[in-house]
């Protein structure tokens, strides 16, 4: 497992794939617009991968992830701004939502979770406790099965930053 994205700021340098913005509201509306939103961005990220299906696929199920974590726990109103970086084979997944006190608190917990060295001990405890799953299962599950490095920031206006760094593919030869 990639060590933790200690330090991973906010600001990249990255150059920038894709962009948008969304109504939270209007986003967690619906559990399917995760899915189709999920689908939609891995196809559009993915054209020049070796394997552009593979990866496609693999996309999906990572930002998946990443966007039912946030469709689960949110802000009530505002913006989700929702961005691609990509630099070699790390691409930058970045969300910034409408987040309280509490909310990032939720966050905080799973992203230290998921960074901590028995984070896979961790994560089968949760996926087969007899309980529901916490709000954070997906995030454990990126840092466990898709390596992905995740680190979150606080915004003073109320919002947060989720930031996942994912490797899916080796460097090109």
């Given amino acids: 497992m990639p060590a933790p994205a200690e ?33 939609y961005v891995a196809r559009m990220v993915s054209h020049n991968r070796l394997d552009s299906v593979l990866f496609a696929n693999l996309y999906s199920s990572a930002l998946n992830e990443l966007l039912e974590t946030v469709f689960r726990v949110h802000g009530q109103t505002g913006t989700l701004q929702f961005s ?11 969300l910034v939502f409408p987040a309280d006190d509490a909310i990032y608190g939720v966050y905080k917990d799973a992203v230290a979770k998921a960074s901590h060295d028995n984070a896979e001990t961790l ?8 309980t529901e799953p916490g709000p954070g299962l997906g995030l454990l599950e990126l840092g466990v099965d898709y390596g992905a ?20 593919e080796g460097e090109k030869e």
């Fill in 149 to 168: 490095r995740l680190s979150t920031d606080r915004h003073d206006d109320g919002r947060m930053c989720l930031i996942a760094e994912l490797s899916l």
């Fill in 7 to 39: 330090g991973v700021s906010a600001k990249s340098d990255m150059p920038q794939l894709l962009q948008m913005d969304l109504d939270i509201g209007d986003f967690c509306s619906d559990w399917s617009h995760c899915d189709l939103m999920s689908g």
């Fill in 84 to 94: 691609v970086q990509r630099q070699d084979n790390l691409d930058r997944v970045e």
């Fill in 123 to 130: 994560y089968l405890e949760a996926l087969f406790a007899e």
